[in-house]
């Protein structure tokens, strides 16, 4: 039998979340934002020899953003990520990861990705469509992507847009395909980030 307080909770708390999002874009807010980097992670997985799931991340990341509440399905976004950065927990490991077999950080310091489609199926929840270059190919790339919180922060007194991006990379379609019959080429992404109003430099 269906608990209905269990099927009731997250359709309550999606309306919750619409009406927050509707009083906010009555409120002045801002229309270009870009990334918070000491509460941003870009971090993905792989399977490893089908014993066990290796994790990790790059420490550096940049990103804006141009977001309007009133007209979120033009919404454009550009993030640059520095391949150098990458951090697997293990020092040896991320040295390898940055040679020519993998990301040669030498030649392709950064990886890119600039949104071409943006679709808020709900006011919470996106699918975004853009341009992902890796080791200088460029392919498309759909992220899932799930605003958490629009508000003020209790701490700073200023606007922040909490999200969550989720996708997949096929690396060998980039042409990394080293070690690809026990290093899974499939690799999840997980992007949890907050932004901030862009700053006029």
């Given at each position: 039998?269906?608990?209905?307080?269990?099927?009731?909770?997250?359709k309550a708390l999606l309306l919750s979340s619409a009406l927050i999002i509707s009083s906010m874009a009555s409120?002045?807010?801002p229309t270009q934002w870009q990334l918070d980097n000491s509460h941003t992670r870009v971090g993905f997985s792989v399977e490893h020899?089908?014993?066990?799931?290796?994790m990790g991340h790059f420490d550096k990341v940049d990103?804006?953003?141009t977001y309007n509440i009133k007209a979120p399905n033009k919404t454009q976004m550009n993030f640059v990520i520095d391949t150098n950065s990458i951090n697997t927990a293990w020092a040896a490991r991320d040295e390898h990861l940055r040679k020519d077999?993998?990301?040669?950080?030498?030649k392709y310091p950064t990886m890119t990705f600039k949104s071409t489609k943006v679709d808020f199926y709900n006011p919470q929840q996106a699918k975004v469509?853009?341009?992902?270059t890796l080791l200088g190919k460029t392919m498309p790339l759909t992220l899932n992507v799930t605003l958490k919180k629009i508000g003020k922060s209790p701490m700073t007194k200023e606007p922040v847009i909490g999200?969550?991006?989720?996708?997949?990379?096929d690396r060998a379609a980039y042409g990394m395909t080293a070690f690809s019959q026990g290093i899974?080429?499939?690799?999840?992404?997980q992007i949890d980030g907050e932004l901030v109003e862009k700053k006029a430099k």
């Open positions: 039998m269906t608990n209905s307080y269990t099927t009731y909770l997250p409120a002045v807010m020899l089908g014993f066990s799931t290796t990103g804006a953003l077999e993998f990301f040669n950080v030498a469509t853009g341009d992902f999200f969550r991006a989720t996708g997949n990379i899974s080429t499939n690799v999840p992404i």
